[in-house]
């Protein structure tokens, strides 16, 4: 779908070149026969002044003639022109418009289905955009990784289909709860890692203390009645200079239940 993407920007773009290169010929040419026009102008006002200069000498009615002429052809030339702007303008909309789609329909393809957010395929291209940009920038770039807890037992218990909408509410309180600029990926069949970028690990901590407290709300209003909803939460930050691996093993092995909710903070990395 990327090559399918660039060879459809190459062709869009080569038409806009196109279309610039021909509507500058006509400005040019515009240019042109106005300077014509007011060549004319001055030789029909001063014939005297221009005589002299110009190899050739018309007379009244040739000249009134050609004046007639060259503004019959600025005003085509100017139709023309304004209906090249109208195709590259066109041109312009349906460039933006289609690569858009094209960028949607990308982004679909890494769109985990049941949950809304991006699946694990994703991680492989912005993990290593992430990292790269906070080291680039010196700024701070975070993880989170949240496990649901019991959701195969509530599988078997309760049905796959209410299987599915326990990961559905889950995505949502992670949609409600971290930033529009954090990035939300399924991880596993009942985990979602968070990539937080310029968050450092105490701010991610907050976010985790938020998110266990729309838990248990949602709990409390029994959304799926026989379960309630447990989360194993781990952090760890990337270190500048060090490969970002490090830091998604760190996040792997420090998963923890939190189930008391007087002291919900998630262990955090060394």
């Known amino acids: 779908m990327e090559e399918t993407s660039n060879v459809l920007a190459k ?3 080569g038409h806009l070149r196109a279309l610039e290169r021909r509507n500058l010929w006509v400005l040019l040419l515009n240019l042109l026969v ?3 026009l007011v060549i ?5 006002l001063y014939p005297e002044k221009l005589g002299d200069l110009l190899p050739f000498r018309l007379s009244l009615v040739q000249l009134v003639t050609a004046l007639f002429g060259l503004v019959g ?3 085509l030339l100017n139709l023309f022109a304004i209906a090249q ?3 590259l303008r066109r041109a312009r909309g349906h460039f933006a418009n289609e690569l858009a789609r094209r960028d949607q329909a990308e982004r ?3 769109i985990d289905p049941v949950t809304g957010t991006f699946d694990k395929r ?3 291209e912005i993990i290593p955009r992430e990292a790269a940009r906070a080291d680039r920038q010196e700024s701070t770039l975070c993880f989170v990784k949240l496990g649901v807890e019991r959701l195969d037992e509530a599988e078997t218990n309760l049905g796959f289909q209410a299987g599915e909408r326990i990961l559905k509410e889950a995505a949502q309180l992670l949609k409600r709860v971290f930033r529009p600029t954090d990035i939300l990926i399924r991880y596993g069949h009942n985990e979602f890692l968070v990539i937080m970028p310029e968050t450092a690990k105490h701010g991610a901590l907050t976010a985790v203390r938020r998110l266990l407290m729309k838990v248990d709300e949602w709990n409390k209003h029994k959304v799926v009645p026989g379960y309630e909803m447990d989360l194993s939460v781990g952090v760890a930050d990337h270190t500048k200079g060090k490969d970002v691996r490090d830091a998604l093993v760190a996040v792997d092995t420090r998963v923890q239940i939190y189930r008391d909710r007087q002291s919900p903070a998630p262990a955090e990395s060394s």
Do not use: A, K
Not at 40 to 44: M, R
């Open 11 to 13: 062709t869009l773009e």
């Open 34 to 36: 106005n300077l014509l």
């Open 40 to 44: 004319g102008l001055v030789q029909l």
């Open 73 to 75: 052809l600025i005003f």
């Open 85 to 87: 702007l109208s195709s």
């Open 108 to 110: 679909m393809s890494l």
């Open 122 to 124: 994703y991680m492989d």
